[in-house]
Nanobody, 123 residues
Framework: QVQLVESGGELVQAGGSLRLSCAVSRRTFSSYNMGWFRQAPGKEREFVGVIGRSGGPTLYANSVKGRFTISRDNAKNTVYLQMNSLKSEDTAIYYC????????????????WGQGTQVTVSS
């Protein structure tokens, strides 16, 4: 079983920055593509971005492209989501997820999920 634990979510002002972390409990971390998703109240969970096993490629949703950056440290079994120029519409619970497959933009394509971390952006 693979366990994922997100951290770093908090209340931040619009225009600010935040970095989320996701620690993975598996030595085979480097064998997984790692994705970030988010879910706002009353909305479906949506794709934010993904990073390949070795740190590339990366793919982002249009809504965050140019503002968010995903990176990973395979030595620390951790993936990061750097969020800059935050907007009120970025408010959501953010989830990291792991997949060994190729359906990177679909929630159904992921094998393991974290419990989520709340990000609130005040305007």
């Amino acid at each position: 079983q693979v366990q994922l634990v997100e951290s770093g979510g908090e209340l931040v002002q619009a225009g600010g920055s935040l970095r989320l972390s996701c620690a993975v409990s598996r030595r085979t971390f480097s064998s997984y593509n790692m994705g970030w998703f988010r879910q706002a109240p009353g909305k479906e969970r949506e794709f934010v971005g993904v990073i390949g096993r070795s740190g590339g490629p990366t793919l982002y949703a249009n809504s965050v492209k140019g503002r968010f950056t995903i990176s990973r440290d395979n030595a620390k079994n951790t993936v990061y989501l750097q969020m800059n120029s935050l907007k009120s519409e970025d408010t959501a619970i953010y989830y990291c997820a792991a997949t060994s497959g190729v359906r990177w933009m679909s929630t159904g394509g992921y094998d393991y999920w974290g419990q989520g971390t709340q990000v609130t952006v005040s305007s």
